[in-house]
């Protein structure tokens, strides 16, 4: 079975920092760029980051760009974001996505459960 | 960034409707747009790819169509369990964009 499993969410205050990671299991993981997408609370969805299968292709989106780096290793089959100066927007839950095909852009055909981030004092 | 515009933000229809949600592009995406299902407190749930390509188990009365900047996501009989949030999401550029969402309730 294709799975995706995010841990690392929590409570942090302003300015702080959390590492999210996101284990896959049931497909060859590095043939597939990954991306986290983000839904605050009442919210719409956010796409926030992507990586591709070799890690030589990564980008973020705008609004956590220079905060937040994606990264991932293989041989845990493990995507990780890292979140660094959190804001109290950055609030939300945090999802990972499996790319369909193996392009960047391709839709996401496997979704984790999210795991919450709240950034509040 | 490409913009993705949305419509309508929510509708009310009954068992057995036709329902049509639209996605506008800001600019031209070729067919790079997906659409998404997602029910309160879950994950969303791949339906169409490739603007009209149906996800594997997906239903067939979920159907997509459009290229270039305009965009549909049809639901040919609305069932019980179709009532939730859509979103569409393009496949051109990054950053990415999704729309504003689409909530269906029930009528």
């Known amino acids: 079975e294709v799975q995706l499993v995010e841990s690392g969410g929590g409570l942090v205050q302003p300015g702080g920092s959390l590492r999210l990671s996101c284990e896959a299991s049931g497909f060859t ?84 459960q999210g795991t919450m981030v709240t950034v509040s004092s | 960034a490409i913009q993705m515009t949305q419509s309508p933000s929510s509708l009310s229809a009954s068992l057995g409707d036709r329902v049509n949600i639209t996605c506008r592009a800001s600019q031209g995406i070729r067919n790079d747009l997906s659409w998404y299902q997602q029910r309160p407190g879950k994950a969303p749930k791949l339906l169409i790819y490739d603007a009209s390509s149906l996800q594997r188990g997906v239903p067939s009365r979920f159907s997509g169509s459009g290229s270039g900047t305009d965009f549909t996501l049809t639901i040919s009989s609305l069932q019980p369990e179709d009532f939730a949030t859509y979103y569409c999401l393009e496949g051109y550029s990054t950053p990415r964009t999704f729309g504003q969402g689409t909530k269906v309730e029930i009528k």
């Open chain 1, 29 to 112: 993981f590095n043939m597939y760029a990954m991306s986290w997408v983000r839904q605050a609370p009442g919210k719409g969805l956010e796409w926030v980051s992507v990586i591709s299968g070799s890690s030589d292709s990564a980008y973020v989106g705008d609004s956590v760009k220079g905060r937040f780096t994606v990264s991932r290793d293989n041989s845990k089959k493990t995507v990780y974001l890292q979140m660094n100066s959190l804001r109290v927007e950055d609030t939300a839950v945090y999802y990972c996505a499996k790319t369909k095909y193996q392009l960047m852009l391709d839709a996401f055909d496997v979704w984790g």
